[in-house]
């Protein structure tokens, strides 16, 4: 089974950038589709960012689109989620997440699409 781990968050002021990264290990990490999800303290999980095994379809919440995107490198086995512009209501743990699939042009959304999660990371965005 393919493991996740996520890594880059940290504590930064609004309007300031930050790069998180989730490494893949086991597995042939080009046939999962992959997604971000967030979560905030004392508030339901919610979808983010996906991106086909392809990386030619990718989707974004709302409220991130413009600011946040996601990208994959299959030769290094990961996947990111470039974060620019961020605001205090970006903080939560970020969860990342993979989907065996054999569609390479579709991303998924929802989480109970996925079938592996990482252990998260923490972002703190400061006012």
């Known amino acids: 089974q393919v493991q996740l781990v996520e890594s880059g968050g940290g504590l930064v002021q609004a309007g300031d950038s930050l790069r998180l990264s989730c490494a893949a290990s086991?597995?042939?990490?080009?046939?999962?589709?992959m997604g971000w999800f967030r979560q905030p303290t004392g508030k339901e999980r919610e979808f983010v960012a996906a991106i086909s095994r392809s990386g030619d379809s990718t989707v974004y919440a709302e409220s991130v689109k413009g600011r946040f995107t996601i990208s994959r490198d299959n030769a290094k086995n990961t996947v990111y989620l470039q974060m620019n512009s961020l605001k205090p209501e970006d903080t939560a743990v970020y969860y990342c997440?993979?989907?065996?699939?054999?569609?390479?042009?579709?991303?998924?959304?929802?989480?109970?699409?996925?079938?592996?999660w990482g252990q998260g990371t923490q972002v703190t965005v400061s006012s």
């Open positions: 997440a993979a989907r065996f699939t054999f569609r390479g042009s579709h991303a998924y959304t929802e989480g109970n699409d996925y079938n592996v």
């Open positions: 086991r597995l042939a990490f080009s046939s999962y589709a």
